[in-house]
């Protein structure tokens, strides 16, 4: 499953199918970027961060994928568990070392 | 444990007062920040500060006001609480290096009756 990022803040998936969240960031000046994982009654977790410099970058189960082109950042968590659950945001660092974020995406995972 | 801990983990109070939220870090980080969550969990940054810099966010109110004793505490002041205010607040630390990222706490549910 797909979401379009700011404009489809909700994105379903069958458990075992590859997800796909989807990031546009405001700033061709930014240059380090970083997905989180929010779970409910906690606070965002970092799952993975990628440099302007690079276009991809592979975690466990994560890669991050970035377009400067577009301005486009992209997660794609492979083989979806109910774990994966979670509201999951793209943050981009600006000047002076402000960090701004979207306006996430809540995935859910359907056993 | 290692960790970012905010207290109180929930607040209510009525509006006019005026309340502190403490942040302290253990993980030896040069800067910490604080960020405000909305009910459709839209994430703002209000203020970051390391020894040198305060930097504010020009939407926050002056009613907000961040002090650090040390450079491993950030405590959150808000006077006078508005029906607004009712929001998450979270504290957040990271290094001074380029590419570190933040690490945020477990939040406070601050409601205002």
């Known amino acids: 499953g797909e979401s379009v990022g700011l404009h489809l803040p909700t994105l379903s998936v069958q458990e075992g199918d590859n997800s796909i969240i989807n990031c546009a960031y405001s700033n061709s000046a930014s240059d380090y970027f970083i997905w989180y994982k929010q779970e409910s009654g906690k606070g965002p977790q970092f799952i993975i961060d990628?440099?302007?410099?690079?276009d991809k970058r592979q975690g466990q189960r994560v890669t991050v994928l970035l377009n400067k082109t577009v301005k486009h950042l992209s997660l794609q968590i492979a083989a979806t568990q109910p774990g994966d659950s979670a509201v999951y945001f793209c943050?981009?660092?600006?000047?002076?070392?402000?960090?701004?974020f979207g306006t996430g995406t809540s995935l859910t995972v359907i056993p | 444990d290692t960790a970012v801990s905010q207290t109180p983990k929930y607040l209510v109070t009525q509006m006019g007062n005026d309340k502190s939220i403490k942040c302290e870090q253990n993980l030896g980080h040069d800067t910490m920040y604080w960020y405000k969550q909305d009910s459709k969990k839209f994430l703002k940054i209000m203020f970051s500060?390391?020894?040198?810099?305060?930097?504010i966010n020009e939407t926050v109110p002056n009613r907000f006001s961040p002090k650090s004793p040390d450079k491993a505490h950030l405590n959150l002041h808000i006077n006078s609480l508005e029906l607004g205010d009712s929001a998450v607040y979270f504290c957040?630390?990271?290094?001074?290096?380029?590419?570190?990222?933040?690490?945020f706490g477990n939040g406070t549910r601050l409601t205002v009756t």
């Open positions: 943050a981009e660092r600006k000047t002076g070392n402000q960090f701004y």
């Open positions: 957040a630390s990271r290094l001074g290096t380029p590419s570190s990222p933040l690490h």
């Open positions: 500060y390391n020894n040198k810099e305060l930097i």
């Open positions: 990628i440099r302007s410099n690079m």
